[in-house]
């Protein structure tokens, strides 16, 4: 059973244009929600993350929200610039923290 | 930022060969996991390890695997024997606090091809 669901699968946005990711769990127990980007030959680096007490989070262009009803969050870039195609994976863990799981990914393609 | 190194980049063997995929995590971080990503898909949970022991597993961390890290040195996963379906690339990560709001640092990544 897939712990976290992402979607889009793939993506591809006009530069300057805002992108938005999406994912979703099942497991009500994860309390923390962060997101990576994975550039291709690298690892993945955390770019943002959220906890299950707020509601959005906010880094520059980057803005992660999370709704705990729904059990969803998603990732919005506003100003999406051509240096931030890469594949961005949503990941979720809970209050023990042993097991950080990951989405699919969504490989998001910025077109200049 | 701190890096965490994986050694070799690329590694072939034939299938039912012993490998050992090593990794030097950021020097004051405590807890250390390996991740399995097919064909730049899902990454997977492996393993994490703690104060020289197993804390968790998955399923795909099969009898086969292992993973140490003797004396502070590099923190290792091998594979013994090899199989075709082990093929995959490996991530290796640390950090200073198990998960949590505390950051993953992964390396590069080992890609394996078991032939």
């Known amino acids: 059973q897939q712990q976290v669901r992402q979607s889009p699968q793939s993506l591809t946005v006009w530069e300057g244009g805002t992108t938005v990711l999406t994912c979703s769990y099942e497991?009500?127990?994860?309390?923390?929600f962060p997101w990576y980007q994975q550039f291709p030959g690298e690892g993945p680096a955390l770019l943002i993350s959220?906890?299950?007490?707020?509601d959005k989070k906010e880094d520059g262009r980057f803005t992660t929200f999370f709704n705990k009803r729904e059990k969803k969050l998603s990732l919005h870039i506003i100003d999406s610039q051509p240096g931030d195609s890469a594949t961005y994976f949503c990941?979720?863990?809970?209050?023990?923290?042993?097991?950080?799981?990951f989405g699919s990914g969504t490989k998001l393609t910025v077109e200049p | 930022g701190p890096k965490v190194l994986q050694i070799p980049s690329h590694q072939i063997i034939d299938m039912g060969q012993m490998v050992t995929l090593n990794c030097d995590p950021v020097?004051?971080?405590?807890?250390f996991y390996w991740y399995k990503q097919i064909l730049g898909q899902q990454m997977e949970f492996l393993v994490n390890?703690?104060?020289?022991?197993?804390?968790?597993k998955s399923k795909l961390f099969k009898d086969q695997f292992s993973v140490e890290r003797p004396d502070g040195s590099y923190f290792t996963l091998k594979i013994q024997p090899t199989a075709l379906e082990d093929s995959a690339v490996y991530f290796c990560?640390?950090?200073?606090?198990?998960?949590?709001?505390?950051?993953?640092?992964f390396g590069s990544g080992t890609r394996l091809t078991v032939l």
């Open positions: 020097s004051n971080h405590l807890y």
């Open positions: 390890f703690y104060n020289g022991k197993v804390m968790e």
């Open positions: 990560a640390s950090s200073n606090r198990l998960g949590g709001a505390e950051t993953l640092y």
């Open positions: 959220i906890l299950s007490v707020s």
């Open positions: 990941a979720a863990s809970d209050a023990n923290y042993n097991v950080l799981y």
């Open positions: 497991d009500s127990t994860f309390n923390y």
